[in-house]
């Protein structure tokens, strides 16, 4: 396993709530009121759509507001990672990652173990920078039971949502959460910082058409099929574990044109270098590592 490199879940697809778009030749991100599921190949007009999102529509007159799921790993902070997190706009690289004890932050001289006061109290982080920042891997169908769909979001309400959902999951399914017929859902609401316009965020409950007690039973029996079969889903969250923990940030280069374009709408530089910059070559990259400081 190559060190300092993050092995996280294998991405089929991705998930957002939104679009990007493109106005007055620059492509900006535009708020919905539905999921939307991707594919991982770009075009000039932004990111495909996955076969699953036309047919996941047809049942729901258009609008895809909820979607089956399961989940790879029993323990919720696998399935979904939640930080503070500063990138550089510049780039959409990661810079500084926390949780409001510690941090891991690029420094001149390297990566260095700091500590964390929160965005609030941080000075590097004035400006917005730095923001809650989560991804949550999830799976769709039964084509590929390792492949996953992330679902990135710096949404407060998203982020508390989804880990309380998936805490109380575990907790009542007997630590089967990997087992549990699932359904991410979109949900609605406005306050007073919205001016009563409303505002989506990601929730997790059991499938439609199921009660509680339905979907722990076949939680259970989904549960002893795979340790019949020799399904060993202690080992593959203890993997996955070793694989996150293995790189400084999960977020690499390749990820940086979707960060930016979907967390930093008003850096119109970040956007116009993310999207129309050309990818470096070998040679330039050793130049670059041997040449350039990091910036603080």
Not at 53 to 62: F, S, T, V
Not at 64 to 71: A, G, K, Y
Not at 246 to 250: L, P, Q, S, V
């Given at each position: 396993m190559?060190?300092?490199?993050?092995?996280?879940?294998?991405?089929?697809?991705?998930i957002?709530?939104?679009?990007?778009?493109?106005?007055?030749?620059?492509?900006?991100?535009?708020?919905?009121?539905?999921?939307?599921?991707?594919?991982?190949?770009q075009?000039?007009?932004?990111?495909?759509?996955?076969?699953l999102?036309?047919?996941?529509?047809?049942?729901?007159?258009?609008k895809?507001?909820?979607?089956?799921?399961?989940?790879l790993?029993?323990?919720?902070?696998?399935?979904?990672?939640?930080?503070?997190?500063?990138?550089?706009?510049?780039?959409?690289?990661?810079?500084?990652?926390?949780?409001?004890?510690?941090?891991?932050?690029?420094?001149?001289?390297?990566?260095q173990?700091?500590?964390?006061?929160?965005?609030?109290g941080c000075?590097?982080?004035?400006?917005?920078a730095?923001?809650?920042?989560g991804?949550?891997?999830?799976?769709?169908?039964?084509?590929?039971?390792?492949?996953?769909?992330?679902?990135?979001?710096?949404?407060?309400?998203?982020?508390?949502?989804?880990?309380?959902?998936?805490?109380?999951?575990?907790?009542?399914?007997?630590?089967?959460?990997?087992?549990l017929?699932?359904?991410?859902?979109?949900?609605g609401?406005?306050?007073?910082?919205?001016?009563?316009?409303?505002?989506?965020?990601?929730?997790?409950?059991v499938?439609?058409?199921?009660?509680?007690?339905?979907?722990?039973?076949?939680?259970?029996?989904?549960?002893?099929?795979?340790?019949?079969?020799g399904?060993d889903?202690?080992?593959?969250?203890?993997?996955?574990?070793?694989?996150f923990s293995?790189?400084?940030?999960?977020d690499?280069?390749?990820?940086?044109?979707?960060?930016?374009?979907?967390?930093?709408?008003?850096?119109?530089q970040?956007?116009?270098?993310?999207?129309?910059?050309?990818?470096?070559?070998?040679?330039?990259?050793?130049?670059?590592l041997?040449?350039?400081?990091?910036?603080?």
């Open positions: 190559l060190k300092g490199l993050a092995i996280t879940p294998p991405i089929l697809g991705r957002s709530i939104g679009k990007v778009v493109e106005k007055n030749g620059k492509r900006l991100p535009e708020k919905d009121d539905q999921f939307t599921i991707t594919s991982q190949l075009s000039r007009d932004g990111w495909l759509l996955h076969p999102d036309e047919a996941l529509r047809k049942n729901q007159e258009g895809l507001r909820s979607i089956p799921i399961r989940l790993f029993n323990e919720p902070d696998l399935n979904f990672r939640a930080e503070y997190s500063l990138f550089d706009r510049a780039t959409g690289r990661p810079v500084c990652v926390g949780n409001g004890e510690t941090c891991k932050r690029q420094c001149a001289d390297g990566i173990s700091l500590p964390c006061p929160s965005p609030d000075s590097l982080a004035q400006g917005g730095c923001k809650p920042y991804r949550l891997n999830v799976v769709i169908g039964d084509e590929d039971s390792l492949g996953s769909f992330v679902f990135r979001t710096t949404g407060f309400n998203s982020i508390r949502t989804l880990t309380a959902r998936l805490h109380y999951l575990q907790a009542i399914s007997g630590n089967r959460l990997a087992c017929p699932l359904e991410l859902r979109l949900r609401k406005s306050t007073r910082q919205s001016h009563g316009t409303p505002i989506f965020y990601a929730d997790i409950t499938r439609s058409g199921m009660s509680m007690e339905e979907a722990l039973l076949a939680t259970r029996q989904l549960d002893q099929e795979r340790q019949v079969a399904f889903q202690a080992a593959l969250d203890t993997a996955a574990r070793q694989g293995n790189g400084a940030f999960e690499n280069e390749e990820d940086s044109s979707a960060i930016a374009e979907e967390f930093f709408p008003a850096t119109e970040l956007l116009s270098v993310a999207v129309t910059r050309t990818p470096p070559s070998l040679a330039e990259k050793l130049e670059s041997a040449t350039e400081q990091p910036s603080h």
